[in-house]
């Protein structure tokens, strides 16, 4: 027997001896995973994304390492997979909607390495985090681990970043259509005798965003009537900037991780419309200037052999500018007649400051009581400060107002039959305090109406559970009864397109998950995975943003009740880490559920589908990796996708005729892309084309989306 040999056969002894003991890593199916082939043996080890997949809960995660060459955003590839729907309002840097299932805008909640990403400030997002940064980003369903200490309703994202234990450097630059401009570093040095590690992050993204928009009304030359035609977007100008320094050690006898990080960022919006693309603004602008210090400390071990302890500790500085002081009405020419209002508020002329400073602090203890045995205490508070001023207004009072949250989540886990089966069990308690200082527009906003200082005390809990039946199929269910608090942009408004809302409750839901997930190694290196999932939400106090077609502006409002049912499966292969196959679908039935108004008339919404939302959609996907193709140690990766998206109506079903009633289309997307790399990784070129048919395509309330658009890339790692 030679040496390789015995080592396969050594590891596949550890593998045995390893499951024996009940902790078992390594396996032979369910894997989209890393292969090592010794002679004619080969052992197959999990991802952690798979592992992830495979527990209690519904959760997608995906593997942005190994994209990051290729993706111009984290958006691109959340978007791609199973149960989500990311709807954007333009092109870089626009707002934009994430759902889960269904459930979408504030109802999800965004986390980065376990800790609330809005604490890197308001204009830090999914759509401008450097993609370089980023390992992988766990997706949660409708049921959140209490270890999260999150109010989420309808789902959370967990950002993971990657975490090299050797030093390195990592830059990428590329440029591409309508002006687009992006630029990411960060790197990593360990100090030889201190052990100090140092990770620094810079980025820099810039888009004029002058697509070309179709069919849009402009007045003649004469000035006498209206014309369609195709004119370029003039006031759409996007400039973001990040940098993060981040020190500290691992591996101590004091603490497996203590890290103190200081960030900066600074967003430049221009606002090209309303919140409706008949409304065109040239000369409105958002500005955004965020300063965070944070801690975070780990230790196993923690003052007793089988308690372990993490907690995190972060402020941030938040500045956002609302600059709306022309008294204008433009044209997608960029012509204009002078008006007698400001062009988001459609009132007088504002140059308004919001800041919002936020304080959070999480601590987390796990206690394991036994073998597969364990209890987690997590706690969370998190203070939103909203202070308003206007500089050109000096009508205007000046506003404090305060939005506290606490929440305590206790969970217990168990692992039976030898791994067969993992449980969770956990219950959450929210504190939502809330000190109202601001009364402009009382009889809009509600200010006449609520209380000046009120808290309010809610309760949440729930249980996930996984059985494996045999190699290919297991089944996993969850259940929460869940409370989503509302956060300060619902309440408070964004001071430009958003007005308050300051009598708005929380949403309470009933969350259901039940779903089996399976894989085949066929040998050869052939691996086929599926999964499929059904769900159900039946929230109460539905939390939707409704907008006035005569001034464009948007709130958020309460709706009694809306149920959530639905489906969502995927299917994926892959054939020795050359030819990868995927496809997903999704679909949900959204309905309204209040039956009458509140002056007891009968709700002609009712059963109605949620309006300005698509439910139904599917993904396709396909990328075959030729290696050893001209330089050293390359790569030559070619992929496209496809995505369909199901019409859907703008407004409430029951409101106008059928046809007449404004709906938006559906979507057919298809994009590609090509990698290639060399001297294993260390260099890497791609080239992506996104909406490769130049398509007409629309989002939120008919706002249309960017045609075709190439971006050019290229990424050092060393």
């Known amino acids: 027997m030679n040496f390789y040999r015995r080592l396969s056969f050594l590891i596949a002894l550890l593998c045995f001896c390893a499951s024996l003991r009940g902790q078992d890593t390594i396996g032979v199916w369910g894997m989209l995973k890393d292969t090592v082939t010794l002679e004619a043996s080969a052992v197959t080890a999990k991802s952690k994304e798979q592992t992830l997949r495979e527990g209690a809960y519904a959760v997608n995660a995906v593997n942005i390492n190994t994209q990051a060459a290729t993706l111009q955003s984290l958006t691109q590839a959340i978007d791609r997979t199973s149960g989500i729907r990311i709807r954007e309002e333009g092109g870089v840097g626009s707002d934009f909607d994430l759902s889960i299932n269904g459930m979408g805008g504030n109802s999800i909640r965004y986390f980065l390495d376990g800790m609330p990403l809005d604490a890197k400030g308001s204009g830090v997002t999914l759509s401008n985090l450097p993609v370089n940064l980023i390992e992988r980003v766990e997706i949660y369903k409708g049921v959140i681990p209490a270890s999260f200490g999150s109010d989420a309703l309808g789902g959370a994202v967990n950002i993971i970043t990657s975490r090299h234990r050797r030093n390195y450097l990592d830059f990428s630059y590329g440029a591409g259509s309508f002006h687009t401009h992006k630029a990411d570093f960060r790197a990593q040095y360990t100090g030889k005798r201190t052990g100090l590690i140092i990770r620094p992050v810079v980025s820099a993204h810039y888009s004029k965003n002058d697509y070309l928009m179709r069919d849009v009304k402009v007045r003649n030359e004469e000035r006498t009537a209206f014309i369609i035609t195709d004119l370029p977007r003039f006031h759409d100008g996007y400039l973001s900037l990040f940098g993060q320094i981040e020190a500290g050690f691992s591996g101590r006898k004091w603490a497996d991780d203590f890290f103190v990080s200081a960030s900066a960022s600074k967003v430049d919006k221009e606002v090209q419309t309303g919140a409706t693309q008949s409304y065109v603004v040239g000369m409105a602008e958002r500005k955004t200037r965020s300063l965070n210090l944070s801690a975070r400390y780990s230790k196993r071990g923690f003052l007793a052999e089988n308690l372990d302890f993490s907690a995190m500790a972060s402020h941030t500085w938040d500045h956002s500018q609302t600059i709306d002081t022309t008294y204008r009405r433009y044209y ?387």
């Open 332 to 718: 997608w020419d960029g012509t204009y007649i002078e008006g007698s209002y400001s062009e988001i508020r459609h009132r007088g002329k504002t140059l308004r400051n919001y800041y919002r400073p936020m304080t959070i602090v999480r601590g987390n203890f796990d206690w394991h009581l036994a073998d597969n045995h364990s209890l987690t205490l997590n706690y969370l508070l998190n203070r939103t400060g909203n202070r308003q001023d206007d500089e050109w207004d000096l009508d205007y009072v000046p506003t404090d107002d305060v939005l506290t949250k606490h929440i305590i989540g206790l969970a217990y886990n168990q692992v039976l039959f030898g791994g067969r089966m993992d449980n969770a069990f956990f219950a959450k308690d929210y504190v939502n305090h809330l000190e109202v200082g601001q009364s402009e527009f009382p009889s809009t906003t509600g200010a006449a109406t609520v209380e000046p200082v009120s808290t309010r005390n809610y309760i949440g809990y729930g249980l996930g559970s996984r059985f494996e039946i045999d190699a290919h199929f297991s089944l996993k269910g969850s259940y929460e009864h869940s409370v989503r608090l509302p956060v300060s942009r619902e309440v408070l408004g964004n001071g430009s397109t958003v007005y308050p809302n300051l009598a708005l409750s929380p949403e309470i839901s009933e969350n259901f998950n039940l779903g089996l997930f399976g894989a085949w190694d066929l040998g050869g290196g052939h691996v086929i995975s599926y999964e499929a999932n059904g769900f159900v939400r039946l929230v109460d106090n539905y939390i939707q943003a409704t907008v006035s077609e005569t001034e464009g502006m948007m709130q958020y409002v309460n709706v009694a009740a809306v149920h959530i049912k639905g489906v969502d499966g995927e299917i994926r292969y892959d054939w020795a880490g050359k030819l990868h196959l995927g496809a997903n679908a999704s679909y949900d039935d959204c309905r309204d559920q209040r039956e009458f108004n509140q002056d007891g008339t009968p709700s002609i919404t009712y059963r109605n589908h949620t309006p300005n939302r698509p439910w139904a959609f599917c993904n396709a996907e396909a990328a075959y990796t030729f290696r050893e193709v001209g330089l050293p140690d390359s790569r030559l990766r070619i992929g496209a996708d496809y995505q369909w998206v199901h019409w859907f109506f703008v407004t409430w079903e029951a409101y106008g005729s059928a046809r007449t009633k404004p709906r938006i289309p559906a979507q057919h997307l298809v994009n590609a892309s090509l990698l290639y790399s060399w001297m294993g990784g260390r260099y890497n070129v791609s080239l992506e084309c996104t909406n490769l048919l130049n398509v007409l395509s629309f989002d939120n309330y008919m706002l249309q989306k960017p045609g075709r658009a190439f971006f050019l890339k290229f990424r050092l790692f060393l």
